[in-house]
């Protein structure tokens, strides 16, 4: 059984986090105030340290110039744009927006936990979708084929009668991370880009093991759309520093980062800015996959007033984060 220290300010969330994680075979840890809290992070021992923004300070203080080896996750209900500066500070890969009303879904917190702390495959949409949901599946190889992978979804999402501006949402994902599997991810034996150079117009074929996948199933609430390559060169790092400079709205170091380094730069932003959850999940050197969740079930005022969540999973043993007092934030 492992242990979950949990302090939020909602108190419906702390009376509920109990039975939420039993669902994920862990038992909750929650102190009744702060100073308890305090108490629990210098002295108690749990797998994982789950808290709400507002007592950022508190873990910041806490941590400062300590080897953080737990793995965190961060609930909040602000705007990427507020928390976005504090990103670089924030010891979690993880971080789950809570509901207008304070409030968490079951399911992101059951299947963020299970991803953490029992060893789970991290890959594919299963993990966000009811139990039993068929998912459909393609092999993308070349370039000026996208269109008609992206009419497939598109005819996926008729079927299930999804809203236009869902549909339009999913297709600018598709079409963002389409281009980055084909023209950004692939890379030679040195690791060095092969067809970022090219013009998007230039056709490109995939060779066997280089061909991208996309996946993507329907619950009737949730739409769960992935597209995967297979070379494993996206790292937290890399990530949050894209949304963090686009968010504060420093475009030009973006498409900056994005030159040196041959990444999806302002794509990843704007597929970030399109769903309701934006999940990242990586084998180093192996796989990179991107998950992007659509809430079907919410009115259109409604999909676009709540928050994004983001997650970041590496089948990599997380490194150890060094959280200090003079740290600064990304320029």
């Known amino acids: 059984m492992k242990t979950v220290l949990f302090f939020d300010n909602a108190k419906q969330n702390s009376r509920d986090i109990r039975r939420m994680l039993a669902v994920a075979s862990c038992d909750c840890l929650i102190p009744a105030s702060p100073e308890e809290f305090i108490k629990e992070l210098r002295e108690g021992t749990y797998d994982l340290l789950v808290y709400a923004l507002e007592y950022h300070d508190i873990v910041r203080q806490e941590m400062a110039g300590k080897l953080i080896e737990t793995p965190v996750i961060l609930l909040t209900n602000s705007k990427f744009e507020e928390l976005s500066p504090l990103l670089p500070e924030i010891p979690a890969t993880n971080i789950i927006a809570k509901n207008s009303d304070g409030s968490l879904k079951l399911r992101d917190i059951v299947s963020t936990v299970r991803k953490i702390l029992h060893g789970e495959d991290i890959f594919g949409v299963k993990h966000y979708l009811s139990f039993g949901t068929q998912s459909e599946v ?146 180093p050197e192996k796989r990179s996959e991107f998950i992007g969740i659509f809430d079907v079930s919410a009115s259109p005022k409604d999909r676009h007033t709540r928050y994004s969540s983001l997650h970041f999973f590496s089948t990599e043993k997380k490194s150890l984060v060094a959280l200090r007092d003079n740290q600064k934030r990304i320029a």
């Open 138 to 283: 393609f092999h993308i190889r070349d370039s000026a084929e996208r269109g008609e992978y992206i009419e497939a979804i598109v005819e996926f999402c008729k079927r299930f009668h999804l809203r236009n501006t869902v549909v339009q949402a999913v297709e600018l994902f598709c079409e963002e991370l389409l281009m980055n599997a084909i023209y950004d991810a692939p890379r030679d034996a040195d690791g060095q880009s092969l067809y970022n150079h090219l013009s998007r117009k230039n056709r490109v074929i995939l060779k066997p093991k280089q061909a991208a996948r996309m996946e993507f199933a329907c619950d009737g609430e949730k739409l769960a759309v992935s597209i995967s390559d297979p070379f494993g060169a996206i790292t937290w790092d890399t990530l949050q520093k894209f949304l963090v400079h686009c968010f504060g709205g420093d475009r030009e170091k973006v498409q900056n980062l994005t030159n040196d380094s041959g990444g999806a730069g302002l794509g990843l932003y704007f597929c970030f800015a399109s769903v309701n959850a934006f999940i990242v999940n990586v084998d």
